[in-house]
């Protein structure tokens, strides 16, 4: 069982990016998946998470409107699109096998550093 992100990087403030996930070793349409983010000295965040199927989404307040979570079940894939991104928006970025209330499995994480 394992999640890859990949996507980070370096963006000025208002700038976009798209992380990716990618997901393997278990029945990834089966899952709900999740994005979460961890800046030095704070605790892990919630960001969003997507129910097996796709279609059903929710955001933490502090990314809604900004941040949108997508799903290839074809390819076993998660995304996290960001707009407008600021400068409290750097953090390492992780996916996770589960929902808000039920994770159980973690990537290794992808730096997104946003700053001019």
């Known amino acids: 069982v394992q999640l890859v992100e990949s996507g980070g990087g370096l963006v000025q403030p208002g700038g976009s990016l798209r992380l990716s996930c990618a997901a393997s070793g278990f029945a990834f349409s089966s899952y709900f998946m999740s994005w979460w983010r961890q800046a030095p000295g704070k605790e892990r965040e919630f960001l969003g998470d997507?129910?097996?199927?796709?279609?059903?989404?929710r955001y933490a307040d502090s990314v809604k409107g900004r941040f949108t979570v997508s799903r290839d079940n074809a390819n076993n894939m998660v995304y996290l699109q960001m707009h407008s991104l600021k400068p409290d928006d750097t953090a390492l970025y992780y996916c996770a096998r589960g929902s808000i209330a039920s994770k159980d499995i973690w990537g290794q994480g992808t730096q997104v550093t946003v700053s001019s």
């Open positions: 997507i129910n097996s199927g796709g279609h059903n989404t």
